[in-house]
């Protein structure tokens, strides 16, 4: 069974840096691309930061983030990695970790997503 669980959500500080892990488990990760996505309360899943199966210089930006947003993987561990810096109240809402392959993977509509995380909830308050 194919699994996603992210880690590191919870209350962050406003001007603060966000950093999110994802591990997966059951499928071979080298061949997918992982994303972050994020959902606010009535709001529809944006896309974050995604990162190819070739690795660094694959990285895509979606608008919610870019300029603050990073993404890492590393396929010996199974992870993915997000970090926002300057956070602010608008970056509250719901994280979740993906990751699909083939043709449109790592555009910034969800359809490509093969599996994703359970999210995590992210609050940015003082």
């Known amino acids: 069974q194919s699994h996603l669980v992210e880690s590191g959500g919870g209350l962050v500080q406003p001007g603060g840096t966000l950093r999110l892990s994802c591990t997966a488990s059951?499928?071979?990760?080298?061949?997918?691309?992982l994303a972050w996505f994020r959902q606010a309360p009535g709001k529809e899943r944006e896309v974050i930061a995604c990162v190819g199966n070739g690795g660094p210089g694959s990285e895509k930006f979606g608008e919610a983030a870019e300029g603050r947003s990073a993404i890492f993987r590393d396929n010996a561990k199974s992870m993915t990695t997000l970090q926002i810096t300057d956070l602010n109240t608008e970056d509250t809402a719901v994280y979740y970790c993906?990751?699909?392959?083939?043709?449109?993977?790592?555009?910034?509509?969800?359809?490509?997503?093969?599996?994703w995380g359970q999210g995590t909830q992210v609050t940015v308050s003082s």
């Open positions: 059951g499928f071979p990760l080298d061949y997918y691309a």
């Open positions: 993906a990751a699909g392959r083939g043709p449109g993977s790592c555009t910034s509509s969800p359809d490509w997503v093969s599996y």
